[in-house]
């Protein structure tokens, strides 16, 4: 078993370790102080939500299309721009009396440039842990802490934008982004671009972006693990209907946070239980804890109160750490070449299952009580992993072929 101790012993790996915690907590302040900016502007909650949701939305595009950059210039090039850039784009948006218009225009850029440099941490942290056991407790790690820094980052933004304001919680946030920039420059050592043939042959955008998604749709592997990620937009449902749902079993708005940090809370015991398994059990795990992470839902029908209710999402949490050692296959199943536009393909199919489970059980809970909606949720959610959990299992276990799978592939150094 490799200890945690092993990987913060790679310089490379702290860097990115670091820039990650400071970007994300960033980003929390910037949300928090976006809202408050927008509300004090409106005094519409609907423009608020809607300025919310913009930082999320621009991925499910920018995904796809610019993750690709990863793979066509050098990673920490990439990794220090991406940075740069959003840095610069928040100082802009924290200018006082800017039309909301020019800010949310400048948002849904910070957002899209976010795509590439997320694409090139992957891609990255697979070099600076080549073994499995290595990237799959060092990606571990890095989870959660996020988890960790998300918590930090919305408290200490709201106790920012109250003492200073909302322009000052986006200067935070871009100095976050300044001081990532800085961490990756020097901790990370200078890698050329990966290239994939020996003629070195002129890169298309759009001929990686096709070879990418071919590349996915057509290996067994890459397909059954996808969907496995997307069983997500099934059992994350419980976020939207959090509200609802707690109002239904009598709850009060801080039954709504309780209901909304069970899962999280229980993500994070997953992660640190799944990474400290052997690799060769946890391939055989997704299957069972892809449909586990759906089956608590099914009880929610019962309509149990507040405490069982807390429990079983934290259950499901819990066994959504699958996505850990998933995510860890599908990037080391990848040729290095390819890496970062096939992680930019998953992870938006990833965001967009999300994004519609969310949406389309709001609106069945227009009809439905919350409870029965979560429990339909939770039951089609059984069939789909256990679906896609069919395809990962007959996948793994057929013999390896081919130029992707016929031999382990060479780290870049």
């Known amino acids: 078993m490799v200890k945690s101790g092993r990987v913060f012993a790679r310089a490379e790996f702290r860097a990115l370790f670091l820039a990650v915690v400071v970007s994300i907590a960033g980003d929390q302040v910037a949300r928090v102080g976006l809202s408050v900016l927008v509300f004090e502007r409106t005094r519409s909650a609907g423009w608020t939500a809607a300025a919310y949701a913009l930082t999320y939305v621009p991925n499910v595009l920018a995904g796809p299309l610019l993750s690709g950059l990863a793979d066509r210039w050098p990673r920490r090039a990439v990794l220090v721009g991406a940075d740069l850039l959003r840095a610069g784009l928040l100082v802009a ?11 949310a225009s400048l948002l849904v850029v910070v957002q899209a440039a976010g795509a590439p440099g997320n694409a090139a941490r992957a891609a990255t942290l697979a070099a600076v842990l080549p073994g499995e056991d290595e990237y799959v407790l060092g990606k571990g790690v890095i989870d959660v802490v996020v988890q960790l820094a998300q918590v930090a980052g919305f408290a200490t933004g709201g106790t920012l934008t109250a003492a200073f304001g909302p322009s000052q ?20 050592r200078a890698r050329p671009a990966p290239v ?6 002129p890169r298309r955008w759009w001929g990686d972006l096709t070879a990418g998604a071919r590349l996915v749709a057509q290996t067994p592997r890459l397909r059954a693990l996808v969907g496995l990620a997307c069983v997500a937009g099934l059992y994350i449902t419980v976020e939207g209907l959090a509200a609802p749902y707690a109002a239904q079993v009598g709850g009060t708005a801080r039954a709504v946070g309780v209901l909304l940090a069970a899962g ?3 993500a994070v015991v997953g992660m640190l239980i799944v990474r400290r ?14 449909i586990a992470a759906c089956v608590p839902l099914l009880v929610c029908a019962a309509e149990p109160g507040l405490v069982v209710t807390a429990l079983l999402w934290a259950v499901s949490g819990l066994a959504s750490a699958y996505h850990l050692p998933a995510s860890a296959a599908f990037v080391r199943a990848v040729p290095d070449a390819r890496r970062g536009q096939a992680y930019g393909l998953a992870a938006t199919a990833l965001q967009t299952s999300q994004g519609l489970g969310i949406a389309l059980a709001g609106l069945a809970a227009t009809q439905l009580p919350a409870s029965a909606v979560v429990a339909v949720c939770g039951g089609l959610g059984v069939i789909a992993a256990a679906a896609a959990g069919g395809a990962w299992d007959r996948a793994r276990r057929a ?8 031999r382990p592939e060479r780290e870049s150094a």
Do not use: H, K, N, W
Not at 399 to 406: A, D, H, K, N
């Open 93 to 103: 948006m924290a200018i006082p009396g800017l039309p909301l218009v020019v800010v």
């Open 169 to 188: 919680a986006l200067l935070a946030d871009a100095a976050s982004f300044l001081l990532s920039a800085v961490v990756l420059r020097a901790g990370l």
């Open 196 to 201: 994939e043939r020996s003629d070195a042959a």
């Open 264 to 266: 999280p809370a229980g």
């Open 277 to 290: 398994l052997p690799s060769a059990v946890r391939p055989r795990l997704l299957t069972p804890l892809a």
């Open 399 to 406: 013999p390896l072929s081919g130029s992707l799978f016929g």
